[in-house]
């Protein structure tokens, strides 16, 4: 008998690496626990929770069950879904496809018809839908749930990600977890301003169960959405403002598309894929100006205790991993002086949106590094910069004469996060930097306003959001922009995972092999750096 608890048909995943259970080799040895149906009930996983959702009908019919028609007299044919089944169906009724979604169908429905066995009939039980058999009498709950369980307890169930064995429990965890991230896809009706060598990646984060939006123009993918009642996803800093402005002023909703927090280990400018993303349905999370779907997460999540118990577990995961935005990294501490106050100022893009959507009005890295050193008169400060500007990629180089001129020393290689432990306090403008030392224990102090800040965590100059303001713990903070927020594709199985796979993957080094493109990109990165250096040479 096909497992209750069974996976998505990820596309491009062989099924039995993506599988979460197996009919079981032999009869269970102890009984599942009764905690087991709640969790069911909360994640609405098992069957093809992953399929489409047709409009809602009154009843519900298994085609091949005996019924009594006058159970349906009164009920428009569009009132009664038919599901597949042998024979023919004996009332009028709409036929529902194979692998629809139970879960959605069967809260809505006054009634299933069907066997005590079949799945439709064991969700219908679990969440008090009367279950009428081939008698034409409900089938008495109590029976329902105990074949739900033998139905539970009946195979062997597994972690996708490693091989290793499992419970139920677990499996039922990682298929709410792939629930929550197909959800969060449903209704992109397109998807613009994606880079090519970025959109294999994409395609996959995107998958809603059934499809991936199709890659096409920004206007043409407006158009798209319009017809289809949809919504446009959208890389925010590859279309044009005007395309997003005309979408919001027609009442379209933009889904934007960014990298996440735990991206990659090695820089999104030189070509290497996302292992992260998020998509923010009401903003972006770097754009202080207005709401975000993560600031909200921070403003009004009820965090229950497991989450933020899932959090510090994390937490302590990636501290001891090492693991950063850009991965993994080594190297030797700069000198520091003894016996002074030491601040470590992180550098950024200087045309990035965070910096100008989160920058709290501080003009690129010159103007933070002349604030960091009016915050801190007498301090040493030690500037970093942006590996992306640091690798010719993008704008924000300052000769060594302009950064000396505000601060003591410049350090450009090696750990980033045990920098930050060995100094202080950390300065940052709106740099992810500011959010993973906050997590390693730093002292921070924030010039712009990023979305770590603002939430009692933080020194804080600029002018808080109005929109923030309640106080919250380390491990909410971490429950809500790593766990909650993003979405994460673990390198290896190509499966939606969650953070914690990724931070295992990252500090092993599991991620897929350089390409020519990202060969090419350090190249041009490189030249367009020795370029930079010359320049300042020639004109001194």
Not at 294 to 309: H, M, N, R, W, Y
Request: glycine share 10%; hydrophobic share 45%.
């Amino acid at each position: 008998m096909i497992p209750l608890l069974r996976s998505p048909p990820f596309p491009h995943v062989d099924p039995a690496v993506a599988a979460v259970s197996a009919p079981a080799a032999r009869a269970p040895a102890h009984p599942l626990p009764e905690g087991l149906f709640a969790m069911l009930r909360a994640a609405r996983v098992g069957g093809s929770f992953w399929g489409p959702r047709p409009d809602p009908v009154r009843r519900l019919l298994r085609v091949g069950t005996p019924v009594d028609a006058q159970a349906f007299v009164g009920l428009h044919p569009d009132q009664i879904g038919l599901l597949p089944g042998t024979g023919a169906a004996p009332v009028a009724g709409r036929a529902l496809p194979a692998d629809c979604d139970p879960w959605s169908l069967i809260e809505g429905a006054q009634a299933v018809h069907a066997d005590i066995e079949d799945e439709w009939a064991l969700i219908a039980g679990l969440i008090g839908v009367p279950v009428i058999g081939a008698d034409g009498v409900a089938i008495d709950p109590a029976r329902l749930h105990a074949t739900l369980r033998a139905r539970l307890a009946a195979a062997d169930y597994r972690d996708p990600f490693t091989g290793a064995t499992t419970d139920a429990a677990q499996a039922i965890a990682q298929l709410a977890d792939w629930r929550r991230h197909l959800d969060g896809n449903r209704g992109l009706s397109a998807a613009s301003g994606m880079a090519f060598w970025k959109r294999e990646a994409i395609r996959a984060f995107l998958w809603d169960g059934e499809r991936s939006p199709p890659f096409v123009s920004a206007r043409r993918g407006l158009r798209k959405a319009q017809r289809e009642g949809g919504a446009l996803a959208v890389w925010p800093s590859r279309v044009p403002a005007a395309i997003v402005a005309q979408a919001e002023a027609e009442g379209i909703p933009v889904a934007r598309v960014e990298d996440g927090f735990l991206r990659s280990r090695g820089l999104g400018a030189a070509l290497h894929p996302p292992g992260s993303i998020v998509i923010d349905r009401s903003g972006i999370y770097y754009n202080a100006l207005g709401p975000n779907d993560l600031e909200k997460l921070l403003a009004t999540q009820d965090f229950s205790p497991a989450l933020v118990e899932r959090a510090a577990r994390l937490r302590t995961r990636i501290c001891a991993s090492g693991v950063t935005k850009y991965g993994a990294q080594g190297g030797g501490l700069p000198a520091l002086q003894k016996g002074r106050r030491t601040v470590l100022a992180v550098g950024q893009v200087d045309d990035d949106l965070s910096v100008r959507l989160g920058g709290a009005g501080v003009v690129g890295n010159l103007d933070f590094l002349q604030r960091v050193r009016r915050a801190e008169p007498d301090a040493f400060i030690l500037y970093r910069p942006h590996p992306d500007v640091q690798a010719g990629h993008r704008k924000g180089h300052l000769t060594d004469a302009a950064v000396l001129a505000h601060a003591d020393a410049i350090d450009s290689g090696g750990s980033l996060m045990a920098l930050c432990q060995a100094v202080d306090a950390v300065h940052v403008l709106s740099s992810l930097t500011g959010f993973e030392a906050l997590i390693r224990g730093c002292a921070v102090t924030v010039h712009g306003m990023p979305f770590y800040a603002g939430w009692g965590l933080t020194r804080d100059l600029a002018q808080p959001s109005p929109r923030r303001g309640r106080r919250l713990s380390v491990d909410q903070l971490v429950a809500a922009a790593l766990i909650l927020y993003p979405r994460y594709l673990d390198p290896v199985t190509r499966l939606p995972c969650g953070p914690e796979v990724m931070v295992d993957r990252l500090g092993n080094g599991s991620t897929p092999p350089v390409n020519w493109l990202i060969r090419v990109r350090a190249i041009q990165g490189k030249l367009r750096r020795f370029m930079t250096l010359a320049a300042e040479f020639f004109h001194g």
